[in-house]
């Protein structure tokens, strides 16, 4: 794999229940920032609130990094946001611009499922530790889905007609991109990654929602430490990456 001035060591496994649960335990056994894992496959996959992943042998793209972030706690959801900025970019140069966000970091094409980020945080023993996890459905044809999925999941592959692509080229392609979205936050251009998320999630702005709490309000853009401005009767109210926000219209 070529040099990206991210990556410091790059784990593969053939199958694992969730490469976000082998990067949690690496950052525990020392693991410096940079640390990649790759799966072939995963048995234990999951996304947010606890949804799972299906995660098929040699298909989709299962990557976790790991990070030591030293900024305040109350502005790493900037990380979950970057990681959906860049997820997006990666499937967008393979399918255009079709390819959009969904607060907080579903990657969605023609309305259907086509990536997702998984950010989790834990304060170790040496400050923070981040993981991005990522699960990009490379090549799967609509038959490798289970039953339940195949309306609402889509892949590279489907979005190019039928023509696989190589999962290492995406791969790096990812890594790339995430290695300059962090270079930007670290080096205070966090509102040019805020600004590209917004023109990749047009939902994210002016769109009615529903607050997981009760309430509903409309999208006004992202805040300062990445969360979802949500403009309600009451005032504004911030929506973190970690919450549900149910779309009403759009």
């Known amino acids: ?38 799966a072939e496959r995963q048995t234990e996959g999951r996304g947010r609130l606890g949804r799972t992943w299906d995660s098929p042998h040699l298909t989709g793209l299962y990557v976790s990094v790991l990070l030591r972030p030293v ?3 109350a502005l790493l959801g900037r990380y979950a946001i970057a990681g959906a900025v860049v997820a997006c970019a990666t499937c967008r140069d393979v399918a255009g611009d079709r390819v959009v966000l969904k607060w907080p ?3 969605i094409a023609e309305g259907a499922k086509l990536a997702g980020i ?12 981040l993981v991005l996890g990522f699960g990009i459905n490379v ?33 790096m392609a990812l890594l790339e991109s995430l290695s300059d979205a962090i270079g930007r936050i670290r080096g205070e251009a966090w509102p040019d990654v805020a600004e590209q998320f917004l023109r990749y999630a047009p939902s994210a702005t002016g769109c009615r929602v ?8 409309s999208t006004s853009g992202l805040d300062d430490s ?3 401005r949500v403009t309600t009767a009451v005032g504004v109210v911030l929506a973190h ?5 149910t779309l009403l219209e759009g």
């Open 1 to 38: 794999m070529t040099h990206v001035a991210l990556v410091r060591r790059i784990v593969v496994y053939e199958s694992t229940t969730s490469t976000n649960d082998d990067a949690r335990r690496l950052a525990r056994d020392g693991a410096p920032e940079g640390t990649v894992v790759v």
């Open 71 to 73: 900024e305040p706690l």
């Open 105 to 107: 970091n579903d990657v």
């Open 118 to 129: 998984l950010a989790e945080i834990r304060q170790g023993s040496s400050g923070a530790e």
């Open 139 to 171: 090549n799967q044809a609509r038959e490798d889905f289970p039953a339940a999925l195949r309306v609402n999941a889509t892949s590279l592959r489907m979005l190019r007609g039928g023509a696989s692509l190589g999962r290492e080229s995406v791969a």
């Open 210 to 217: 529903r607050l997981a709490g009760g309430g509903e309000g």
């Open 226 to 228: 990445g969360a979802l």
């Open 241 to 245: 990456a970690s919450e549900s926000v």
